[in-house]
């Protein structure tokens, strides 16, 4: 169901940045961000369903940094990058063959997170002077998940996995260099912000 919907928002975004585009002349504009997520889809567990639940964790933030390549006024694409590396106490459970007890165990367990995602931008208000952009966006990609079991190292465990983020309501404030705040949820966090860059337009 995840998978489909997050097919859904994609192929929602594409059809309309390829509509988009044909209406509107192509800015050729690069955008680079650097930003700082909080709360992301790996300091709890709701991401991770294979443990009982989060007993506590440090909520370390996801470094990100983005690149856009806008096509219109309206529709941008680009690439996200991010690093987090957070630590969360699980509470594990797990069945003695022999007596059929329920046994509950607590590890502490690492998480080290790299990420690559396309981007996909909607611009719902662009102010004139470009000093103002209220926007939405929806990403998916591969996330490379080590995890590093401090209790109990036979379960550590690395490799990739699909990852995503959507951005329900984003606002960017100033023109060449300026500050964002976003707030979505996914793999960037329920809050989002940083400073953002792009050359002046002729």
């Known amino acids: 169901m995840k998978t489909l919907i997050s097919k859904s928002i994609l192929l929602l975004f594409v059809l309309t940045g ?3 585009f044909g ?22 567990d709701y991401y991770f369903d294979d443990y009982y639940g ?12 983005s690149i856009h390549f806008y096509q ?8 996200s990058m991010g690093y987090q590396n ?31 995602m396309p981007n996909f931008r909607f611009n719902w208000i662009t102010a004139a002077n470009n000093t103002l952009q ?5 990403s998916v990609g591969l996330a490379r998940i ?7 190292n036979t379960k550590d465990s690395n490799g990739p996995s699909l990852t995503g983020h959507a951005t329900l309501a984003g606002m960017r404030f100033g023109n060449n260099f300026a500050f964002f705040m976003e707030f979505g949820v996914g793999s ?8 953002s860059y792009r050359p002046k337009t002729k």
């Open 18 to 20: 390829i509509k988009s």
């Open 23 to 44: 209406q509107q002349e192509s800015l050729s504009i690069t955008q680079a961000s650097l930003g700082v997520g909080f709360y992301t889809m790996y300091n709890d």
């Open 54 to 65: 989060t007993i506590e964790s440090d909520y370390a933030p996801m470094i990100g940094a």
């Open 72 to 79: 219109s006024r309206i529709f941008e694409f680009g690439l």
């Open 86 to 116: 957070t630590t969360r106490k699980e509470l594990f459970e797990t069945y003695d063959g022999m007596t059929g007890a329920l046994i509950t165990t607590e590890e502490d367990i690492e998480y080290n997170v790299i990420m690559f």
């Open 134 to 138: 209220i926007y939405s966006s929806a």
């Open 146 to 152: 080590e995890k590093d079991n401090k209790t109990n």
């Open 188 to 195: 960037a966090g329920l809050l989002n912000m940083g400073l």
